[in-house]
């Protein structure tokens, strides 16, 4: 099974940087995934990990530390959007997506 | 335009009866998957198809059941509703081996 955690909320200004940590202990390891969700509405990808290293993608970035069993999710340059929760998940040998409880952010003014 | 379409969008049961969560997509993506989402507990897997005619049981798949007879439909049935299942049901779907899954809209159930 799958066991992961992060944080349950994060308070930010607008403009500045945000790191939502997610550790997780695994029976099998196929990559880690990070979804947006604003309330109210469907989860969507953000971005996926399999190998060690930072991935970037414009403001988002995330890194995966297999070996740690570690992965933080960088939001950069914060905007009033980005307040939403952020959810880490990891992929089983399976293809099966196993989710944290999530992270919600609210970026203030 | 191209996605995930399920329904109803809410829905509120009396506890014993039968409800049928549908879920049909267009993206001919050959894995599909229902979650059950409630408050700090986040995304939990109930049932899964990697194509049709195949399914499987995630972490917490009883009192659900799933059919997959073709691509595009994969209905949820809760065959007697009792209250702990009063949750907002998600469906999703993938190409089989990526990760990057397509959500629903959501379907809003309470169970009296």
């Known amino acids: 099974g799958q066991n992961i955690d992060q944080p349950t909320e994060m308070t930010a200004t607008e403009g500045a940087i945000v790191q939502i940590n997610c550790t997780y202990q695994t029976s099998g390891f196929n990559g880690l995934f990070w979804y947006q969700q604003h309330a109210g509405e469907a989860p969507t990808f953000l971005s996926y990990?399999?190998?060690?290293g930072l991935e970037e993608k414009g403001r988002f970035s995330s890194f995966l530390s297999r070996s740690k069993g570690y992965s933080y999710l960088l939001l950069k340059e914060l905007q009033m959007k980005d307040s939403a929760s952020y959810l880490c998940?990891?992929?089983?040998?399976?293809?099966?997506?196993?989710f944290g409880a999530g992270t919600t952010v609210t970026v203030r003014a | 335009i191209a996605g995930i379409t399920q329904a109803p969008t809410s829905q509120i049961l009396a506890a014993g009866r039968r409800m049928t969560l549908r879920c049909t997509q267009d993206?001919?993506?050959?894995?599909m998957y229902w979650y059950r989402q409630d408050l700090g507990l986040g995304l939990r897997l109930i049932h899964y198809?990697?194509?049709?005619?195949?399914?499987g049981k995630g972490e917490v798949p009883d009192g659900y059941s799933v059919s997959r007879a073709n691509t595009d439909d994969f209905p949820l049935t809760l065959a007697s509703a009792v209250p702990s299942q009063t949750s907002v049901y998600f469906c999703?779907?993938?190409?089989?081996?990526?990760?990057?899954?397509?959500f629903g809209e959501g379907s809003r159930l309470t169970v009296l």
């Open positions: 998940a990891v992929r089983d040998g399976d293809y099966k997506l196993s």
């Open positions: 198809s990697n194509t049709a005619g195949t399914t």
């Open positions: 993206m001919r993506h050959n894995a």
């Open positions: 990990n399999v190998l060690d």
């Open positions: 999703a779907s993938s190409e089989r081996g990526t990760g990057e899954l397509f």
